[in-house]
């Protein structure tokens, strides 16, 4: 998770390799819950399994209408599944705060270096040239991966105190 959060404030990327990590790793938790006598009942990693489907489901619609980034709709249904029945809400309370402070303040950023830097006249004149140039930068991006990773670091420490 610290990875991802690392990873999306610098490049704005979730590699796949991340989501795929914590995907692949579910399983080995579950096997290593079952080697210890702990296994979940089965109705419960079904639950999981179902409500990241519909999660994943529902991201894809954002993404598709332009509302969430590519990595955003692979990793929050991967942790959804870790999270489960019982998490998969505080997780995405979790998330949805982070992400929302991370952007309160990447745009009072973005606002407080656009209005103390000096604007360039050839702006002011061709504005579709100023805006065609402002969407090849990566100011418009939000790093919501810090949020995700927020609320799945949380997910990871309660179920580290579920198993102690």
């Known amino acids: 998770m610290i990875w991802g959060a690392i990873s999306d404030i610098r490049y704005f990327i979730l590699s796949n390799k991340l989501c795929l990590s914590v995907l692949l790793l579910y399983p080995v938790f579950i096997c290593a819950l079952y080697v210890e006598g702990r296994m979940p009942d089965l109705d419960y990693i079904i639950y999981s399994g179902a409500i990241s489907l519909a999660m994943f489901f529902i991201l894809v619609t954002l993404f598709a209408r332009g509302i969430i980034g590519g990595g955003d709709v692979k990793l929050i249904p991967v942790v959804t599944l870790w999270a ?55 100011e418009n991006n939000i790093p919501y991966g810090v949020g995700i990773s927020a609320g799945g670091l949380y997910v990871a420490l309660k179920l580290f105190q579920a198993l102690n």
């Open 84 to 138: 489960g029945p019982d998490l998969t809400l505080i997780f995405l309370l979790i998330t949805t705060l982070g992400g929302g402070l991370v952007a309160l303040l990447t745009i009072s950023f973005q606002y407080l270096k656009n209005t103390l830097t000096d604007s360039k006249s050839s702006e002011n004149i061709n504005l579709s040239v100023a805006h065609s140039n402002e969407l090849d930068t990566n």
